[in-house]
């Protein structure tokens, strides 16, 4: 089992920054590779970018490449998400997610094990 609970949502202004949070328990951090995922009212889950075992291997989904940032500090069991430049289409709930199985990194939800509850991530415009 993995419990993972975010933190750090909120309110920003267009252009801003956030750092998301999220502290995992239960099995060894490093033997797992971590996803951000987001979901906005209406629209399906989707990927956001993900963070492989190590701190070396990272991938983004286009829409936030350059302005997202993942990494994952694996003696704090914890894996942040920095976003820069948000933009109000970027409002959505955000969840952090493990992924147990692949080798790689995994883009699909249905890769990933486990899930966080998710945080509020709102862009005004």
């Known amino acids: 089992q993995v419990q993972l609970v975010e933190s750090g949502g909120g309110l920003v202004q267009a252009g801003g920054s956030l750092r998301l949070s999220c502290a995992a328990s239960?099995?060894?951090?490093?033997?797992?590779?971590m996803g951000w995922f987001r979901q906005a009212p209406g629209k399906e889950r989707e990927f956001v970018g993900a963070?492989?075992?190590?701190?070396?291997?990272?991938t983004y989904t286009d829409s936030v490449r350059g302005r997202f940032t993942i990494s994952r500090d694996n003696a704090k069991n914890t894996v942040y998400l920095q976003m820069n430049g948000l933009k109000p289409e970027d409002s959505a709930v955000y969840y952090c997610?493990?992924?147990?199985?692949?080798?790689?990194?995994?883009?699909?939800?249905?890769?990933?094990?486990?899930w966080g509850q998710g945080t509020q991530v709102t862009v005004s415009s």
């Open positions: 963070i492989g075992r190590s701190v070396i291997y990272t």
């Open positions: 239960g099995r060894t951090f490093s033997s797992y590779a």
């Open positions: 997610a493990a992924d147990l199985r692949t080798f790689g990194i995994a883009t699909t939800q249905s890769e990933y094990d486990y």
